[in-house]
């Protein structure tokens, strides 16, 4: 898992940004935007550090919000009811999924 250790080591570091470069030189328009909803104060400190090493144009995409904020950009109609939405929620399964794939 992640843990800010991580952060201080320099060879972690080092693998970190260049997993970044890679992911932004290969993938450059893979991400149209994210929606980071009521993330704790703990993400966005992280995220002050990581950013630092994204390409501006991939942090453009990347919005720090609350719920109140999300229709701005989601129709309420594809959110759950917890996040502001009216999507109703999924029945929970009650066959094991072998039993519900059809071939």
């Given at each position: ?8 080591n ?6 970190i940004r260049k ?8 993938y450059?328009e893979?991400l ?10 703990g993400f966005s400190a992280?995220w002050?550090?990581v ?6 144009k991939?942090v453009?995409k990347i919005n ?7 229709a701005?950009d989601?129709?309420l ?6 996040y502001?939405g009216?999507h109703?929620e999924?029945p ?9 794939i059809?071939l």
């Amino acid at each position: 898992g992640f843990s800010t250790s991580l952060v201080f080591n320099s060879n972690a570091r080092q693998m970190i940004r260049k997993l970044i470069y890679v992911a932004q030189a290969q993938y450059p328009e893979r991400l149209r935007k994210v929606l980071l909803v009521n993330a704790p104060y703990g993400f966005s400190a992280a995220w002050s550090l990581v950013s630092a090493l994204l390409d501006e144009k991939t942090v453009s995409k990347i919005n720090f919000c609350t719920i109140s904020d999300i229709a701005k950009d989601v129709d309420l109609s594809c959110l759950p009811a917890e996040y502001g939405g009216t999507h109703a929620e999924y029945p929970v399964p009650t066959k094991p999924l072998l039993d519900q794939i059809q071939l």
